[in-house]
């Protein structure tokens, strides 16, 4: 029985079996026998010239594909590169007892049935996306965040790392960033569309660039690659109340402690692209190499540019008929700074539809996959992040039995029934789909167990679609399988049969947003002239 999760290419089983046990020697070249040993720390394998376990290079196979066979004489793992070696090593610890997920174990030695696996993914982008602006995730989260990915095949986290309501980077730069902007003295606890109730309670925090540096060098080990987003030039609260000058009144600003988008809006004149640039540089230089960073450019009012005489002056130097067109400049001109530095840029949709984007950025398509299919015929990378059904905010269930939510109701079917790429969609449009992410945004997510929550088993299908294309018909099967692992790894997911009492926390309220009626405003939002305007 198939219980590999997500579910692999091919997948046979073989005569004989082979007992693997701790210590056992693993040979073959080194950067690939330390990714099987990374995905295996229970077995504590040790390198040796022959072994138990044999490690072979096929690049050939691409370097994400693999091949595990285990029989009577051992495992024998043929890999296309480094992520291939790690992601066999995935597949085997899964045909392993769950109590191999443990921390620690009381078993020397486990029984490796015979099969066949021959895998490859399907997608390249196979992300999950955390919003630690909202609500800051220590660092010791984000790690574990990471291991889980690694245990999924999941490969990009993209940390939304700024917005009205914090900026979570220590800039030595502009260390008001992390000094004023990280924290704000109270937090919003009223449900959607009531009148503000606070609970105030100081919230806050940021990650030294150490920490960036420690995160990317774990993520990496564990082949997950940061996606950096500085969400510019809205969302901008929290960097105006740090720096008032770089925005487009020069007013003060608090950082925002009330959920919702303000009007605060950077301006687009030369003295903030020098500062984002710096930013970028430290940011860089504390994450290493980055190959994509995240800037955002959704949910702006562009008000303030529009009434200021000095921006209005500019824009004409530029030749640029409106703001909306001033928009899709900027944040080109953003780009361009990072693909100096040999990095691109990523956008929400509303940038696409501004447009004047490089022909390089990426966009991701969050308010549905009609945006999506135009901005893959205008020949942009398209990563499908669309609210339903990848916004992992929303509940899983309309039920009061759900604890507080945006909105309802996303369901692991839901997920599981996703198809990034339509088949309707022209060839080379389904091309350029390149993968798909869930969004975790964490207004109504406090802390890690609520993030939990959230996050799984729904991400578990996630994964299956990323890697596999599709879900298999066995899809609910191998899930109900594989939530034992999870156990064993402790993540607080949200049963299938619904929450635990002590999960239900304060009650959803179902209906007020349902997600398909919000889907078909956000479609309307993207054929409109003022599609950067707040969405929601």
């Known amino acids: 029985m198939n219980t590999l999760l997500p579910r692999p290419n091919v997948l046979s089983s073989l005569s004989g079996s082979y007992e693997l046990a701790v210590g056992a020697t693993i040979s073959g070249p080194a950067e690939l026998a330390d990714a099987v040993r990374r995905a295996l720390p229970v077995l504590d394998l040790r390198p040796g010239d022959t072994g138990a376990i044999d490690v072979r290079m096929d690049p050939a196979l691409g370097e994400e594909a693999y091949r595990l066979v285990v029989g009577s004489r051992g495992v024998e793992i043929t890999a296309g590169g480094r992520a291939g070696a790690f992601y066999a090593g995935q597949s085997l610890h899964q045909l392993l007892p769950d109590a191999t997920y443990r921390s620690a174990v009381t078993t020397d030695a486990w029984t490796v049935p015979g099969v066949r696996v021959e895998d490859s993914p399907s997608h390249s982008w196979r992300g999950l996306h955390l919003d630690v602006a909202r609500h800051f995730l220590p660092k010791r989260e984000v790690l574990r965040v990471i291991d889980l990915m690694g245990a999924h095949k999941l490969n990009r986290l993209h940390l939304h790392l700024v917005d009205d309501q914090g900026w979570r980077v220590e800039s030595r730069a502009y260390p008001r960033l992390h000094e004023v902007a990280s924290h704000r003295a109270r937090t919003a606890t009223n449900y959607f569309r009531e009148e503000p109730t606070y609970d105030g309670i100081p919230h806050g925090g940021y990650y030294t660039l150490d920490d960036l540096a420690e995160i990317a060098a774990y993520a990496r080990a564990r082949e997950v690659v940061i996606v950096p987003e500085i969400d510019v030039p809205g969302h901008a609260s929290a960097i105006l109340a740090a720096y008032p000058e770089l925005g487009a009144t020069g007013e003060s600003f608090e950082v925002l402690d009330r959920w919702g988008i303000s009007p605060a809006i950077l301006s687009p004149l030369p003295p903030t692209v020098d500062f984002l640039t710096a930013v970028f540089d430290e940011l860089l230089g504390a994450l290493g190499a980055t190959p994509y960073v995240h800037i955002g450019g959704d949910e702006c009012v562009l008000d303030d540019w529009e009434a200021s005489a000095e921006i209005t002056a500019y824009r004409r130097s530029l030749g640029l008929a409106d703001v909306g067109e001033l928009h899709g400049w900027f944040l080109r001109r953003l780009a361009d700074v990072l693909a100096e530095r040999g990095s691109r840029a990523v956008v929400w949709d509303e940038a696409f539809v501004a447009g004047g984007l490089r022909e390089d950025t990426m966009v991701m398509p969050w308010r549905g996959m009609g945006v999506g299919r ?157 599609s950067t305007r707040p969405s929601v």
């Open 374 to 530: 135009r901005a893959a015929a205008a020949g942009h990378s398209v990563i499908a992040t669309p609210v339903f059904p990848l916004y992992f905010d929303y509940a899983e269930a309309s039920s009061a039995q759900e604890p507080m939510a945006i909105g309802d109701a996303i369901t692991v079917t839901d997920v599981a029934s996703f198809e990034p790429a339509p088949s309707s969609w022209e060839p080379e449009e389904r091309e350029r789909v390149v993968g798909l992410q869930a969004q975790l945004w964490s207004e109504r997510i406090p802390d890690a167990r609520v993030l939990d929550y959230r996050a799984w088993p729904r991400a578990c299908a996630l994964a299956e679609v990323a890697w596999a294309g599709e879900a298999g018909s066995d899809f609910m099967g191998r899930l109900e399988r594989h939530l034992g692992r999870l156990d064993a790894l402790g993540v607080e997911y949200r049963p299938l049969s619904g929450p635990r009492p002590w999960q239900q926390g304060r009650p959803h309220r179902p209906a007020v947003v349902p997600v398909m009626n919000a889907m078909e405003h956000l479609d309307e939002m993207t054929h409109s002239a003022t």
